[in-house]
């Protein structure tokens, strides 16, 4: 019985001590969470106007004017799959990794090809145990950090250029879009060629006056846009992540206090057993004395 004591004293305080460190976890997360949340939303109107005018010119700019509005037939395509470089935050990389291998495979059985890039050490394991999906390139330590716009702009023009050059005929991002602490949503979303905006059908289309000419503007805005949304992503995606961290460690510490406060019960019990037991054999021996 002292043995099975001794055990359950051990197990309580290895509960104990990890709950110190989720709760620690849950309050690292929360603090980059709320610098996080900041960022993206500061970000927002800036990203979504920029969409609305790269968009807008898509509409009435001449296609022909820039590779970046050259829409084509999807024969090969490019997959930016973003993901964290760290775990314990839940289902964070499990949805979006699921999502990434739907799209491949529902593109595939339309026999297009699928290249992907991986941004984050999860996405990277992930495919590398995976060699039946080609990746092309890896990239981490984006988000061990407060989010670079300098990653982002890097990431943007490398892809720009293969796709100016031929090599895709089209790019796609799927990543967790941030809704609040608690939820995020997974998106995928075509960044490459520009979509034009909707238009209603009353609606009458004209092209702006451009000053200077529409090639400079479309040469400086269109990469412009491209490197923004791509920014967007990476913001949208580091602020779900502390999010999912702090939720999971949130849930995990308050497990953990169940689990303790079950156990000390049981130890309770067990121990109150025992001393029942030790009292009883102490009676019983004095009895059989008398």
């Known amino acids: 019985m002292s043995g099975n004591l001794r055990d359950m004293r051990r197990k309580i305080a290895s509960i104990k001590s990890t709950q110190k460190i989720t709760n ?7 603090a980059k969470f709320r610098r996080a949340q900041n960022d993206i939303l500061l970000l927002r109107p800036y990203a979504y106007k920029m ?6 010119l898509a509409l009435r700019a001449n296609p022909e004017l820039h590779p970046l509005l050259a829409k084509k037939e999807e024969k ?3 997959l930016v799959t973003v993901t964290s470089d760290r775990g314990l935050c839940g289902a ?3 949805n979006i990794l699921s999502k990434a291998e739907a799209f491949c495979q529902e593109k595939g059985t339309q026999g297009k090809e699928v290249v992907v890039i991986t941004v984050g050490r999860k996405a990277r ?4 145990r995976r060699p039946e999906y080609r990746v092309e390139r890896t990239f981490v330590d984006f988000f061990l950090k407060r989010v670079e716009y300098s990653d982002a702009a890097m990431l943007a023009e490398l892809v720009t250029a293969e796709f100016v050059s031929g090599k895709y005929d089209a790019v796609y991002v ?20 520009i979509e034009p905006m909707e238009v209603r059908e009353e609606e009458v289309v004209v092209d702006f006056i451009y000053e200077p000419s529409p090639q400079e503007i479309l040469d400086e805005l269109l990469p412009l846009h491209f490197k923004t ?15 999912a961290r702090m939720t999971a460690m949130d849930n995990a510490t308050k497990n953990a206090e169940d689990l303790i406060k079950s156990l000390t019960l049981q130890y309770n019990k067990a121990r109150q057993a025992s001393i029942t037991k030790e009292i009883l054999e102490v009676v019983a021996g004095a009895e059989a004395l008398t």
Not at 51 to 56: K, L, Q
């Open 24 to 30: 620690t976890m849950k309050l690292v997360a929360a």
């Open 51 to 56: 969409h609305e005018m790269a968009s807008s």
């Open 76 to 78: 090969r395509v490019l």
């Open 92 to 94: 964070f990389n499990v």
């Open 125 to 128: 394991d992930h495919f590398k």
């Open 174 to 193: 799927v990543y967790n879009e941030f809704k609040s602490a608690i939820r995020q949503e997974v998106r995928l979303e075509r960044l490459l060629p």
């Open 229 to 243: 949304q791509m920014y967007r992503v990476f913001l949208e995606s580091y602020a779900s992540e502390q999010g």
